[in-house]
């Protein structure tokens, strides 16, 4: 027998199995949008198993059950609201049967609280169970129906109809957007960066394949001598903290005496795909600091990091602050001071988003992502949809659709809508160290070969969380107390992930609790901090302003923007690149 000489390489044989691997389980993640199908059965699988070895539980459930259906038939009276619930708030709802339809659907959901959750289930588990028994009950809702929903059915009788007319145009060019989305955004003018949103004056004055750096011009004759270094993160456009002239961050700071550089992240496309966390932390954090401290004469910089962006500038803080500094530290000046905007460096308690994450959901994501070399902008929109799919998904729906109504565009959503791309690898390499390894909070996250640890952070550190953020739960951003050895004050502000965070001053119904823990104090429970902390009325950025001002220097005449070192005015070109995905 003749034997081949040149057998096939192992590599080469694993990179085919991997590809026939990813063809084989595209059409199941068609059919469940993206989720793992494996990650449900085995979730589906341990509920399954548990509740059917527990007949205990089982005739607790039932019993419950039976309970609460017969609290439902109570509500044929209709003496008042079932519940505050605001899919039902409308007075409609008083009226029987629709009263008894509420009622009977929370008691369902409250039913379902408990049935998701049985002893001896993994909490992953229990949670993508819960998960999924909220999205269908959400979908179920008789809210969302027409015949169900009794302020459809007066709306349909007043208006003759018109309602459901004017909802079928809605629905009509919302297809029109699925299907041609680049065209879709094209149209949409009413928010546009560098004209209505993203205005404040400034210019590009540094740029690298990843980053355009912006440096706004200043508004008043003198500065604090620190500038302002904002890190945005890179899943949505920078221009969340430029928004309209009255609520934006950027322009709030320059009028009160800051000189502020701020990131415009790169949209990436398919030939970015093997950009890593490590060119992220390089041209997005390293070499703009550098730029800023040649700029300034090589004074403290206060740092402030939002979202994802505030967890790769504490990776940075912290392999500058290590005993063994990183190769050219010497060009960055020290940070003044760290701000941490609803930032995540625990991901213990990573909060809705971390129940779709595991091993076999990032192992699906990456197939995802090895085709086109990217995650799509609309993939990413789809997880958070998905998560709060009854605000975003059916109250929207039935509003537009059945009542007729179009959302308000404002710009929050116009920005939210705009959405950007995350290289494969970076996103794999995240996803992998974070979610799932929690490698920075536990000291094994490596910088130039080296592990980082967040205990080397000597700085001033303010942190904000937000009441309803469900991306980074405030008692997660509260860990930053127990990770870092520093001076931390902690705001807690009301509002969500965005709304939070931009809290601009004027708003009546805006408030937050404020609370210095110092270095030398032993930190506290979340819930026994929320207990301490004073409440203020408003916005929380006068109080932010006021200690950046106490944590700095003189003031020095303000920083001109040299014509000679504009590349481009702000907004720059990398905020205008859109993809249709």
Not at 536 to 546: I, K, M, R
């Amino acid at each position: 027998m003749n034997l081949s000489t040149h057998p096939t390489p192992p590599a080469a044989l694993s990179d085919t199995a991997l590809v026939w691997d990813r063809k084989v389980k595209a059409p199941w993640v068609a059919m469940t949008g993206g989720l793992s199908p494996i990650s449900l059965g085995l979730a589906l699988a341990d509920w399954a198993w548990h509740l059917g070895t527990s007949p205990g539980t089982r005739m607790r459930l039932q019993s419950e059950s039976v309970d609460h259906w017969l609290a439902s038939l109570k509500q044929v009276g209709c003496q008042e609201h079932p519940h505050p619930d605001k899919r039902y708030a409308d007075p409609t709802w008083a009226m029987w049967p629709f009263c008894a339809l509420a009622s009977t659907h929370h008691t369902a959901e409250q039913w379902w609280a408990h049935a998701s959750h049985l002893r001896g289930m993994e909490h992953h588990h229990q949670d993508v169970v819960h998960l999924m028994a909220r999205q269908w009950l959400d979908m179920l809702s008789p809210s969302n129906w027409p015949h169900t929903n009794p302020q459809v059915l007066m709306t349909t009788l007043q208006t003759r109809g018109d309602n459901l007319r004017q909802g079928w145009h809605h629905a009509w060019q919302d297809m029109q957007r699925q299907i041609h989305p680049q065209t879709a955004m094209d149209g949409d003018a009413a928010y546009r960066p560098g004209i209505e949103v993203a205005c404040t004056s400034g210019a590009v004055v540094h740029r690298n394949h990843l980053v355009e750096l912006i440096q706004y011009t200043p508004t008043t004759a003198q500065v604090q001598r620190e500038p302002v270094f904002i890190v945005p993160s890179w899943i949505m456009k920078y221009y969340i903290l430029d928004l309209s002239p009255h609520n934006s961050l950027v322009r709030y700071l320059v009028d009160q005496g800051h000189t502020v550089y701020m990131l415009s992240w790169r949209n990436p496309d398919a030939s970015d795909a093997l950009l890593d966390m490590e060119d992220y932390l390089r041209l997005g954090v390293l070499n703009p600091l550098a730029v800023i401290t040649e700029r300034t004469g090589g004074v403290p910089i206060h740092a402030v990091g939002y979202c994802l962006g505030g967890t790769l500038l504490s990776i940075a803080a912290a392999a500058l602050a290590r005993d063994e500094p990183m190769q050219d530290a010497q060009a960055i000046a020290p940070l003044a001071s760290l701000t941490l905007l609803a930032t995540q460096l625990d991901f213990q308690d990573a909060g809705e988003l971390g129940v779709l994450l595991d091993e076999a959901q990032v192992a699906v994501l990456e197939d995802s992502m090895a085709e086109k070399g990217f995650l799509t902008g609309r993939q990413m929109g789809g997880s958070f949809q998905f998560l709060h799919a009854q605000d975003l998904i059916w109250s929207a729906r039935m509003r537009e659709y059945w009542l007729g109504e179009r959302i308000s565009a404002n710009d929050l959503m116009a920005w939210n809508a705009d959405v950007t791309r995350m290289p494969a690898t970076m996103h794999s390499q995240y996803l992998h160290q974070m979610y799932l390894h929690n490698d920075l909070a536990n000291g094994r996250y490596k910088v130039e070969g080296q592990p980082v640890s967040l205990g080397d952070l000597r700085m001033p550190v303010f942190a904000v969380g937000t009441q309803k953020d469900h991306v980074t739960p405030w008692r997660s951003a509260y860990k930053v107390h127990s990770l870092t050895r520093s001076d931390v004050t902690f705001v807690l502000t009301s509002g969500g992930h965005n709304a939070g965070i931009v809290s601009e001053p004027g708003h009546a119904h805006h408030h937050y609790q404020l609370l210095h823990t110092p270095l030398t104090a032993e930190a506290t429970a979340p819930e026994v901090w929320q207990r301490k902390a004073p409440r203020f009325s408003g916005s929380w950025w006068p109080a932010w302003h006021a200690w950046l001002r106490s944590h700095g220097g003189e003031h020095v005449l303000a920083r001109e923007i040299s014509p000679a070192d504009v590349l481009e005015p702000a907004p720059g070109s990398y905020v205008q690149v859109r993809y249709g995905d």
